[in-house]
């Protein structure tokens, strides 16, 4: 038995963010029982109707809170009554700034049973990670406005890249490439031919690090061939590494080849501090109190989370539960399509445990 208590803080946030966290609860709850772990659950009511009340978004005692968490687990951030940016970026950025999450960990993979938009591909061909830079970039909010609101007006935005944030996000990609042990590829996806300060850092550092990686292969490719190739030959990708603004892009491709945002989940990880983990989807609000939306995606971060805090068997339980629900139940993961309520989903997921 594991005698630990992990202390988990849970931001079921906005729209139908606490109708999955609660299914991914349950779950966690069902494999506590039975392989006898023990979690405890720490509520924080972020996100947009607190913002609304408030005027709070994510004050500094809960930051505090937070950095002795040993995960975050994450609903969804979005509502339609705040204007865009205010909640990303006051919330979702800055805790991945100020807890330094500096990895995106996109797992891509195709169940057996899920539906794919691609003719003639399959789970066999599907089943890759992007590994996103979560600090720096264009993220990173440096730039400004010259004479706003005027006929010449200039916006500037800057990408950031630095030599440490670029490399340990490449050493871990490596890293990852070499424990997954599958291929043992490493692709690097920028835009080498035009921006041509960035990605000479990112090629520089990436081949300076391969050195020590004799094991792995490397290969490089634009960010649109990327595109191209996830589309017509996603089976050629093994990992993929990148930087903030290609990866968020990519990885919402890569959702969508695998089945679509109810399944997609992600982690914003630290690789030595606090990580966070999340469904892809948004807060969906037109959903929201329905009890329609798919939590397996949501269940899938909690897997992830498991993962990161080296409790790997418990975490492939969950995975092969959900594997054994799209492939014998849930055959539409698309919102009201399901067959099944978000609670009987969840349900589900505590039987094939």
Not at 163 to 187: D, I, P, Q, S, W
Not at 276 to 284: D, N, R, V
Not at 321 to 333: G, H, N, S, T, Y
Request: contains cysteine; glycine residues 10%.
């Amino acid at each position: 038995m594991n005698s630990r208590t992990y202390q988990i803080a849970v931001l079921p946030g906005d729209g139908t963010g606490p109708e999955v966290v609660a299914e991914g609860l349950k779950v966690l709850q069902a494999l506590a029982g039975s392989e006898k772990l023990s979690f405890s659950f720490i509520p924080y009511d972020l996100g947009g109707d607190r913002y609304l009340k408030t005027g709070e978004i994510l004050p500094d005692s809960v930051l505090r809170e937070l950095r002795q968490a040993d995960a975050i687990y994450l609903g969804a951030i979005g509502h339609p009554e705040v204007k865009p940016g205010i909640l990303e970026q006051g919330l979702l950025l800055k805790l991945r700034f100020e807890l330094d999450q500096y990895i995106n960990l996109r797992p891509v993979i195709l169940y057996p049973g899920v539906e794919t938009p691609l003719k003639n591909k399959g789970p066999e061909d599907i089943d890759f990670v992007v590994i996103r830079e979560n600090t720096e970039g264009l993220y990173a909010g440096t730039g400004g406005f010259l004479r706003k609101g005027t006929p010449d007006e200039v916006a500037v935005q800057e990408s950031v890249n630095t030599r440490m944030g670029v490399e340990r996000c490449v050493r871990y990609a490596f890293e990852g490439c070499r424990k997954r042990n599958r291929k043992k590829k490493l692709t690097l996806c920028g835009k080498t031919n035009v921006l041509t300060y960035a990605f000479d850092l990112w090629e520089r550092v990436f081949k300076e690090v391969a050195t020590e990686y004799p094991d792995v292969t490397t290969d490089y490719a634009h960010v649109d061939a990327v595109c191209m190739w996830m589309v017509k030959n996603p089976e050629w990708f093994d990992v993929i590494v990148t930087d903030n603004m290609f990866g968020d892009i990519i990885t919402d491709l890569g959702a969508m080849i695998q089945g679509g945002l109810g399944i997609a989940a992600g982690g914003n990880i630290n690789p030595r501090g606090v990580s966070m983990f999340e469904p892809i989807g948004g807060s969906a609000p037109k959903y929201k109190g329905r009890n329609v939306i798919n939590p397996l995606a949501a269940i899938a971060a909690a897997q992830m989370m498991l993962e990161q805090l080296g409790l790997e068997k418990p975490a492939q339980k969950i995975e092969q539960a959900i594997r054994r629900v799209v492939l014998e139940k849930v055959k539409d993961l698309t919102a009201g399509k399901m067959g099944y309520t978000t609670q009987e989903v969840g349900d589900l997921v505590v039987e094939y445990l």
